[in-house]
């Protein structure tokens, strides 16, 4: 038998990248939090930024090809640097259905992971949650804003990802663990700035209040076109004793 290109061998679950997104509808809401947080998430070699900023974003995904799917999505990112490479870690993701999640934790890593997300729009704005288990982790608002006309291009940043697969063999390291780069193509169409809320909070395996928000800075809601294709490995803590031998000694919250 010739596997497929995905588990199970004998009927894939997802196909290969690229993966083409069009009419995407997404909020992103920057926040400052404390530098201790931002360390305590951030794995090493990667350093968070120096303005204590992170941010969460929600929205819905139209994927067009290789295979015709719509989720909602939403996560918490840290702005970070690795080397002279500016880029966002991801810490938290959330989406509905399996078919997405799957793929983004075995090729990127991503940390993605269940949970029932809402996602509407109002007269005001827009209103988000995220919640999984009964518990509502995220509470999200956008209030409508000013239409900003000329939309600058920005370059497209990687996104960095702590990609770990656990070793079948009990009380063995992973067998994988990198810290991998993915550069998303992203086409802003549509771009409003307004005032934003934001609330998380926490239970055992959701550790969302780790990361306290002390300001929030402003919300963005875009209708945007991208493109996720295969990335890099940067980092391999495997080849990295001294990292790899760091990590695993993390404490509570941050245990690999």
């Known amino acids: ?98 078919c997405a999640i799957v793929p983004g934790r075995e090729i990127w ?18 209103t988000a949650t995220v919640s999984r288990a009964g518990i509502t982790l995220v509470t999200a608002a956008m209030k409508h804003g000013k239409r900003i006309d000329h939309i600058t291009a920005q370059p497209n940043i990687p996104s960095f990802n702590l990609k770990v697969i656990p070793s079948v063999k009990r009380g063995c390291p992973p067998d994988v663990m990198q810290i991998t780069a993915t550069t998303v193509s992203t086409v802003k169409r549509e771009l409003y700035r307004g005032s934003a809320s934001l609330a998380f909070d926490s239970t055992p395996s959701d550790p969302l209040g780790r990361l306290p928000i002390v300001e929030i800075l402003g919300g963005e809601f875009t ?34």
């Open 1 to 98: 038998m010739r596997p497929g290109f995905s588990m199970p061998p004998a009927s894939p679950l997802y196909e290969m990248p690229p993966y083409h997104f069009k009419g995407n509808r997404s909020v992103n809401i920057v926040f400052r939090t404390t530098p201790e947080a931002l360390r305590a998430l951030t794995p090493d070699p990667l350093l968070p930024n120096p303005h204590h900023l992170a941010f969460f974003y929600v929205g819905e995904y139209l994927m067009e090809t290789p295979l015709k799917n719509c989720y909602k999505e939403a996560g918490v990112g840290i702005p970070v640097s690795y080397s002279d490479t500016e880029g966002n870690y991801m810490v938290y993701l959330y989406l509905d259905p399996a």
């Open 109 to 126: 890593g991503l940390p993605r992971k269940d949970a029932n997300i809402a996602f509407e729009e109002t007269p005001e704005g827009f």
């Open 223 to 256: 209708l945007n076109d991208f493109v996720l294709d295969y990335g890099d490995v940067i980092f391999d803590y495997l080849k990295e004793p001294r990292y790899l031998e760091a990590a695993l000694m993390k404490d509570e919250g941050g245990r690999y």
